[in-house]
């Protein structure tokens, strides 16, 4: 095999294809599975993705409000899992930074994200998401930077 065909590229995956393999992996991570994160739209051409969550009652802080650290667990594996899906699946994206805006609690029961690539550099990537009740009413707002890096095992 030449250097050239070790460095290509694996063909990029359809939309359909993306989230056909997000929802039939066997793989998921813990963090992913706490948080009850599943992928449900795909869009590349715009670098977005949504996400359904399940904000369960033992994330509820005394007042029955989803305590804050699992609203940011669930912005943070919303746009992370957004950048894997722009990398084609090649790279991983840790977080260097992020900022997180509460607007409004959120309680017991399903969530949904958008997440969206905002600049993808060659070694930072700018990301947004935002988290919304089951009523559609926005409930946080996140922004990232992220060091896009080849998959590898720690």
Do not use: H
């Not at 063909?11 to 992928?39: H, I, Q, W, Y």
């Not at 990398?87 to 994200?113: C, D, H, Q, Y």
């Amino acid at each position: 095999m030449s250097s050239t065909d070790k460095d290509a590229e694996p063909p990029r995956l359809s939309d359909e294809e993306m989230l056909a393999r997000f929802s039939n992996s066997k793989k998921r991570p813990p963090c992913t599975e706490t948080v009850g994160m599943r992928l449900t739209a795909v869009d590349q051409a715009k670098m977005t993705a949504r996400y359904e969550f399940e904000a369960r009652q033992d994330f509820a802080n005394p007042t029955g409000a989803i305590q804050g650290g699992f609203i940011a667990a669930m912005l943070d594996e919303a746009m992370s899992a957004t950048a894997i899906i722009a990398s084609n699946v090649t790279m991983n994206a840790p977080t260097l930074e992020m900022k997180i805006s509460f607007l409004r609690p959120l309680f017991v029961g399903k969530a949904s994200a958008e997440a969206r690539i905002l600049k993808w550099g060659k070694s930072t990537c700018f990301i947004e998401a935002e988290l919304f009740d089951p009523q559609g009413q926005l409930v946080a707002k996140a922004s990232a930077t992220q060091a896009p890096k080849p998959f590898k095992r720690f």
